[in-house]
């Protein structure tokens, strides 16, 4: 089977992005992650499918996948190269688009400045949500890991985050906690683990070790995730300027039922085709 891909990122965090509305695509978790490895196959962080949408007023699903094969519900990042891939595909001409993910429905808007925004839908904090063990639902919460307690926001955007606020990203432990805290037992389908450094109240620099993928250069949801807790603890206004490795996002939420608005870039890198 010949698959054509397009090679996008959003910030640094990349994506194969598969259109499965022209082609056939049958694809394994297995493969996905032959796929995704660095080095033995395409590499990617995330394998993106776009597929049509059989639920009346939505113009298109789309499947997610960590480059270990695995399906996830979210992805911040992958949603604005999804939005930018239909319409330059020309899957569609709409900039406003509706599109069923693995937790719900997104919306995408292609900006006239090249950004992408979208409407994350509503942050989650039930532990049953996330999933997260917990008694009861809180703005902050002990972890311990390795021995230690850290004060973690656990915030669902679709997918679970764990964010701390640390006092510099830089020297932050990212790798050894992140991986210690996305395999943490209280968390029953792991974690994206975010390490967050409050800059003043509208200016956050974040580093996110994803579930499954290690640190990556940026992540959206992530994004999302430490701004809602960093508001929901008092500590930012409503719009923020949120630095990661790759580049910058902004984030808006007004708090309760409302929707996590975030705009960014979304970028090709090439097209190509594969014999699988
Ligand atoms: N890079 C993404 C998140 C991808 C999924 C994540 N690794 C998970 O397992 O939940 C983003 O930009 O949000």
Redesign the pocket.
Known sequence: MKLNFSKMH?LG?DFMVIDGVRQAVTLSNEAIGQLGHRQFGIGF??LLLVEKSTTPGIDFRYR?F?CDGSE?E?????SRCFARFVFDQGLTDKTEIAVETAKGVIYPRLESNGLVTVNMGAPRFAPSEIPFEAPNEAIIDPLIVDGQVYDISVVSMG??HAVQIVDDVETAPVALHGTLIENHKRFPQKV?AGFMQIVSRSEICLRVF????GE?LA????ACAAVVAGIRRGLLDETVLVHTRGGDLTISWAGGDSPVMMTGPAVTVFEGSIEL
């Open positions: 959003g965090n962080d995330q997610i960590n996830v979210q992805c911040g990042n992958g997918n679970p994206n994803e579930r499954a993928a990556t992540c959206g949801t992530g």
